[in-house]
């Protein structure tokens, strides 16, 4: 019996490691052909090779999405290499907390660069392909699946503009779901609570000691596995079916 992704394309932005490389495993396993995206070749290329060694085909694509250039050559290779585009999610994403007042704007600009710029870059770049692939592709659906966070539902001191780019990531999807929706392209957000990756790592040792650090030893994070399934569930229901807004949180985190 074929899987539910069988004879489709997906592409996972951030995919080197957490939940992206999870999703690529978890689309792979359902029958799509992933391509894996995200700046870190090595991850990628031994992501990729996983993938292949269980059965399925993959892509690894080195590229910076918050850069056009690269974003849309990502896409690019996609479908010169496979014919195609069926799925995209967009989960590169970068978190950088601390207070507003005296904060180092450069800081800013790079969340804002792959949150936003990036998911702008990759689907505008996919929009033509996923609309074909709807038109007349083996399921007559296409999907595009953001990945946001309980930051683009609720704000938080020290979290500003990383709150700003996921705000805007929620809007910005239901606002496309609407443009497409009669086109039988599904754009749906998904909002993680805290989920155990590597997102938090790239700031300092005092938010660390001071916000994240209190958080992870009092709460159960959830596993990037989990994010995955409920990607799967997004993409994989029945045509006349969509998924609009996913919020998946540990079950403690209030």
Same mark, same amino acid.
Not at 219 to 232: F, N, Q, V, Y
């Given at each position: ?29 359902? $029958?799509?052909?992933?391509? !894996?995206? /995200?700046?870190?070749? &090595? +991850?990628?290329? #031994?992501? *990729? %090779? ?5 059965? $399925?085909?993959?892509?690894? !694509?080195? /590229?910076?999405?918050? &850069? +056009?250039?690269? #974003?849309? *050559? %990502? ?180």
């Amino acid at each position: 019996m074929a899987s539910k992704l069988t004879g489709t394309v997906a592409l996972v932005t951030g995919a080197s490691s957490g939940i992206g490389a999870a999703t690529a495993r978890e689309l792979a396993d359902q $029958g799509a052909t992933v391509v !894996v995206v /995200a700046r870190r070749k &090595d +991850r990628l290329e #031994a992501l *990729a %090779a996983e993938i292949t060694q269980a059965g $399925g085909t993959a892509l690894a !694509v080195e /590229a910076d999405v918050a &850069d +056009r250039d690269q #974003a849309e *050559a %990502a896409v690019g290779q996609a479908v010169e290499r496979f014919g195609r585009l069926d799925i995209l999610v967009n989960n590169a994403g970068l978190m950088l907390l601390g207070p507003v007042v005296g904060a180092d704007p450069q800081e800013w600009e790079r969340m804002i660069a792959v949150n936003v710029q990036g998911l702008l870059h990759t689907t505008h770049a996919a929009m033509p392909h996923l609309l074909k692939a709807a038109e007349d592709g083996p399921r007559q659906v296409a999907d595009i699946v953001n990945i946001s966070s309980i930051a683009g539902r609720k704000a938080w001191a020290n979290y500003g503009v990383y709150n700003l780019t996921k705000f805007g990531v929620n809007g910005f999807t239901e606002s496309l779901r609407q443009e497409l929706a009669d086109r039988h392209v599904r754009v749906g957000v998904l909002e993680p609570g805290a989920v155990a990756t590597e997102l938090g790592s790239h700031n300092n040792d005092t938010i660390h000691a001071e916000i994240l650090n209190p958080f992870n030893e009092q709460h159960e994070r959830l596993a990037p596995d989990d994010i995955a399934d409920g990607i799967a569930y997004m993409v994989t229901r029945p045509r006349h079916a969509a998924i609009a807004e996913l919020w998946v949180m540990p079950t403690d985190q209030a």
